[in-house]
């Protein structure tokens, strides 16, 4: 039997079929970046998504809401300001159309926070710590509003969707042409490890860094000094450990993220300078146990 190339089996039926359903989906440009976006999945179903996966999280008996006002009005001053200043930004039709809820998790141990496509933020009381006041907590949940905002979400599915046809594709294309059932898995299993490591890893670093970027420019417009960002990075450094190399995460280094944002400062500076200020309270001390982890999204 002929040796069958690889490289012949991709540039045939899997590479025809990833070019028909990118073409036959909708493709966007992100209006701060100009980066081409590739959206299989409408707005509309992302925000109904969003919304079930929203009250499922809230429903969960593990779940604790917060009935504190000590911890629940600053965080609602902060997404008051963000959602402002996200409805007179370059995403102002999307952000006025969310259904915009905002919820405090009683969990000490997780820093964290999450805004989901519709506008359902969470913010965990343990990122209280790595915010400090409300101009970091600004940051933090601009960040999170742009992912939302951007259908960064829709954009992963999509993606996957696309990189699992080809596999699909490939993994029937090399059975066909009569390769080794051992040599099939064997490629496939490097295909997989490719697409991951060459295609999804890099897009949701992209995204990281988009919402960093419009994050930062979108608390400044609310009126919080965007420099409390880099000093949220340095405190998520100081409180991470075993970090992967940035090629094997889905997150950029805190080292390329505090580089990023300074240098993306001047820009953001000149709109904080040109709004109103917000007050910056200090946020309520939380006692996070010891073993917690930064988690940011």
């Known amino acids: 039997m002929t040796p069958v190339s690889l ?12 070019l028909a359903m990118t073409l036959l989906t909708g493709c966007e440009t992100n209006p701060y970046t100009g980066r081409s976006q590739l959206l299989m999945v409408s707005a509309d179903q992302m925000n109904q998504m969003g919304a079930t996966q929203y009250g499922e999280v809230l429903k969960d008996p593990k779940v604790v809401i917060s009935k504190n006002p000590q911890e629940i009005e600053p965080v609602n001053r902060v997404a008051k300001r ?24 009683k969990d000490d141990a ?18 209280f710590p790595m915010a400090k006041d409300e101009a970091g907590l600004a940051a933090i949940m601009g960040h999170e ?16 969707v696309i990189a699992q046809a080809g596999l699909t594709v490939s993994n029937i294309g090399l059975a066909i042409l009569g390769v080794d059932p051992a040599l099939n898995q064997l490629a496939m299993a490097a295909l997989g490890a490719g697409t991951q490591g060459l295609v999804l890893l890099p897009f949701s670093r992209k995204h990281e860094s988009e919402a960093d970027y419009v994050g930062l420019l979108l608390a ?4 919080y000094d965007p420099r409390e960002a880099i000093h949220i990075w340095e405190r998520m450094a100081a409180a991470s450990e075993g970090a992967p190399p940035e090629f094997m995460s889905t997150h950029p280094s805190h080292e390329t993220r505090i580089s ?10 000149a709109i904080y300078e040109g709004a109103p200020k917000a007050a910056s309270a200090p946020l309520p001390q939380v006692t996070p146990s010891p073993s917690s982890s930064a988690k940011p999204n």
């Open 110 to 127: 997780t820093k964290n926070a999450w805004a989901m496509p519709g506008g359902k933020i969470a913010v965990y009381t343990g990122i």
């Open 260 to 269: 990023d944002l300074k240098r993306w400062m001047p820009e953001a500076m």
């Open 220 to 223: 400044a417009d609310a009126g």
């Open 82 to 105: 963000i959602i402002e200043a996200a409805k007179r930004s370059k995403y102002a039709e999307a952000a006025k159309a969310f259904e915009w809820e905002v919820t405090v998790i």
């Open 145 to 160: 509003v742009i992912h939302a905002l951007a259908q960064h979400g829709g954009e992963r599915m999509s993606h996957g």
């Open 7 to 18: 490289q012949h089996v991709f540039q045939g039926p899997a590479m025809g079929l990833l």
